[in-house]
């Protein structure tokens, strides 16, 4: 075997990787700073916003009777309905939510008229959870979880 094609192959290899050099160490730069950045920009987004109302303070309820004013609601609208109000109890939630665990049973017109009206009514409060079975007798037994935002 001739040694010369492989010194000059290895001559023509390094005479290239060296004509090459610049690009790839721009190219390699660039590559780091876009890293630096994504890491910047995904430090920045892991951190917590700051403390910004969700809703307007109009549409939430007062902090200390937010539970009792959900409860009296249900059980007001329930009473103008005809709807039997089975188990309301307050359930466990982050500081500025209420949450309130129902079970209600009636005719079916009656509880889904009871349940728009729950939602449309101010301070805003929303179904979380929700499920309508049949009832004993032809109603239907709606369950779910109601969450408001208290100020």
């Known amino acids: 075997m001739n040694r010369r094609p492989i010194l000059s192959g290895l ?10 050099a610049p690009w790839t160490g721009a190219a390699l730069g ?9 890491t910047a920009l995904m430090a920045s987004a892991a951190t917590p916003a700051a403390d910004v109302p969700v809703l307007r303070p109009e549409l939430a309820f007062a902090r200390g009777t937010a539970a009792a ?6 059980e007001r609208l329930a009473r103008g ?5 089975e188990t309301v109890r307050t359930a466990a939630a ?10 209600l049973s009636g005719p079916e017109k009656a509880v889904l008229a009871l349940a728009d009206a ?11 959870t929700w499920r309508i079975v049949p009832a004993e007798g032809g109603g239907v037994r709606l369950s779910g979880t109601l969450v408001g935002a208290a100020r």
């Not at 004013?69 to 249900?74: F, I």
């Not at 500081?95 to 079970?103: G, I, K, Q, S």
Request: hydrophobic residues 60%.
């Open 11 to 20: 001559l023509a290899g390094l005479l290239l990787a060296a004509l090459l």
């Open 30 to 38: 660039a590559l780091a700073k876009a890293r630096a950045t994504r």
């Open 69 to 74: 004013a959900v409860r009296t609601r249900v």
């Open 81 to 85: 309905g005809g709807v039997l109000v």
């Open 94 to 103: 982050p500081a500025p939510l209420v949450m309130v665990e129902l079970r």
């Open 118 to 128: 729950l939602e449309r009514e101010r301070p805003l409060v929303r179904f979380r």
